[in-house]
């Protein structure tokens, strides 16, 4: 939570400092690009790291509010040493937290982040450390926070090559990042657009809207009598986006992995004609994927790790089931939800199909998700009677589908995930799995 540790002023200004530290270890003159999301306290933990920062000589630049993937397109476009983004994405507007990606727009290696928190440790541990906070960055030399959202939002723009102005679209902007860029963005390509949850207050963000929401934007579009051609929902921080079709119908991230998919493979630009997803990507689009004579490889939950697949393999496209979508046929180093969205718009204009047509034989499996809230996480096999129960599960299943148990990343979360062939076996096993797990650990 914003202002209790590790985001409280003291610390914020410290993980300033010895990220500030390990740039200059590596560039001299060290230069660093910020953003934010709009949490009501995003604004004064980005000035406390920029303070941290610029204490031991890197030179700020604010974009001011921006999407996480804007950052990381500065940062490697700019000759930025590094990247900070002050957001804690699809979280409620009470948490926040802060994310680097280095001058290659790349998220910062595990080794490396592990030697930034070990020094922010020792920063905490020595008395007077924080003792400089009162100092203030000099104004940037580069351009400012509108300059700088311009130059994404440029670069977006010339990543379209076709006529966007026949489509109908409302946008869901989950009072977030995406409300600085998205409405220049689409009303720039002269898109038919339409926005929702684009005023926010510092305490909105994310609340009952955005990809966390997405049948907020389905039931909008759905009761609009046929207005739209399609509707896209971003989250907090617009590194993700989901989709719904004209009647509503919500397209995830395997949907938008199947059509774009099968959209570059015929352009020849699929390297290997594989597709990277995560364990959680539903069985369905893997049989579809298949079917287009194309491979689907399964990496672990996080576009982290989604990309690590991707630059092991070769492979030009990679995504989750939750809308994180990474296009390497071009340089992005992140899943970017306005970009997503403006290659699925490519897609249904040069097609000349609907949302609906591109993802019609997307035949899902039954899947269920179950979170189960827990005290502390333990490895599942050290746990005999969740083990058992997961164990039963996959015998009973024996193939037919497929069973995920893992923690969350970010949340004190236990997530169960079954797909079955009927929707009675599946909610059957996944509640006994998460009853174990909420008998054995939970709060």
């Known amino acids: 939570m914003?202002?209790?540790?590790?985001?409280?002023?003291?610390?914020?200004?410290?993980?300033?400092?010895?990220?500030?530290?390990d740039l200059l270890r590596g560039t001299p003159k060290a230069k660093a690009v910020m953003g934010q999301d709009t949490r009501e306290s995003s604004g004064w933990?980005?000035?406390?790291?920029?303070?941290?920062?610029?204490?031991?000589?890197?030179?700020?630049?604010s974009a001011g509010v921006i999407t996480t993937p804007g950052v990381a397109y500065l940062a490697r476009s700019r000759g930025m040493a590094a990247g900070v983004v002050i957001s804690a994405s699809h979280n409620p507007w009470t948490d926040n937290g802060i994310k680097v990606f280095s001058g290659d727009g790349f998220k910062l290696s595990d080794?490396?982040?592990?030697?930034?928190?070990?020094?922010?440790?020792?920063l905490l541990d020595r008395p007077g450390a924080a003792d400089d906070t009162a100092l203030r960055i000099a104004g940037p030399s580069l351009p400012g926070e509108a300059a700088l959202r311009k130059a994404y939002i440029e670069a977006l723009t010339g990543s379209v090559t076709s006529d966007l102005s026949g489509?109908?679209?409302l946008l869901d902007c989950a009072n977030g990042a995406a409300t600085a860029e998205a409405p220049e963005l689409f009303r720039g390509l002269r898109v038919q657009a339409t926005f929702m949850h684009v005023k926010p207050d510092g305490k909105n963000i994310n609340d009952a809207c955005g990809a966390l929401h997405p049948e907020t934007l389905g039931k909008t579009v759905a009761e609009s009598g046929g207005r739209f051609d399609l509707g896209v929902t971003f989250d907090g921080d617009a590194d993700r986006a989901l989709f719904c079709d004209g009647d509503g119908r919500v397209v995830n991230g395997d949907g938008v992995l199947l059509l774009t998919a099968r959209d570059l493979k015929?352009?020849?630009?699929?390297?290997?004609?594989?597709v990277v997803a995560t364990t959680m990507s539903n069985m369905g689009v893997e049989i579809a994927l298949k079917k287009?004579?194309?491979?689907?490889?399964?990496a672990n939950v996080g576009d982290k790790y989604v990309l690590e697949e991707m630059l092991k393999t070769g492979a030009t496209l990679g995504g989750e089931q939750s809308g994180h979508v990474i296009f390497r046929d071009s340089d992005a180093t992140t899943g970017d939800g306005l970009l997503t969205a403006l290659r699925v718009?490519?897609?249904?204009?040069?097609?000349?199909?609907?949302?609906?047509?591109?993802?019609?034989?997307?035949?899902?499996?039954?899947?269920?998700?179950?979170?189960?809230?827990?005290?502390?996480?333990?490895p599942f096999a050290q746990v005999p009677e969740i083990q058992r129960a997961i164990d039963a599960a996959e015998r009973e299943l024996d193939g037919n589908g497929r069973v995920v148990v893992r923690y969350s990343g970010t949340e004190a979360l236990a997530r169960v995930m079954v797909e079955a062939e009927s929707e009675e076996k599946m909610r059957a096993l996944t509640a006994g799995i998460a009853g174990e797990i909420q008998k054995a650990l939970g709060v």
Not at 8 to 13: F, R
């Open 345 to 378: 718009m490519d897609v249904v204009v040069r097609s000349g199909k609907s949302l609906a047509e591109l993802v019609g034989d997307l035949k899902v499996l039954p899947q269920k998700i179950q979170n189960v809230r827990v005290r502390e996480k333990i």
């Open 292 to 298: 287009s004579g194309i491979r689907m490889l399964r």
């Open 45 to 61: 933990i980005a000035d406390r790291v920029a303070a941290g920062l610029a204490a031991v000589g890197v030179e700020v630049h």
């Open 266 to 274: 015929s352009q020849g630009k699929l390297a290997g004609d594989t």
């Open 111 to 122: 080794a490396r982040e592990l030697a930034i928190e070990k020094e922010i440790f020792a």
């Open 2 to 21: 914003a202002g209790a540790f590790p985001l409280t002023a003291e610390s914020t200004y410290l993980i300033g400092r010895a990220l500030g530290h």
């Open 167 to 169: 489509l109908r679209v």
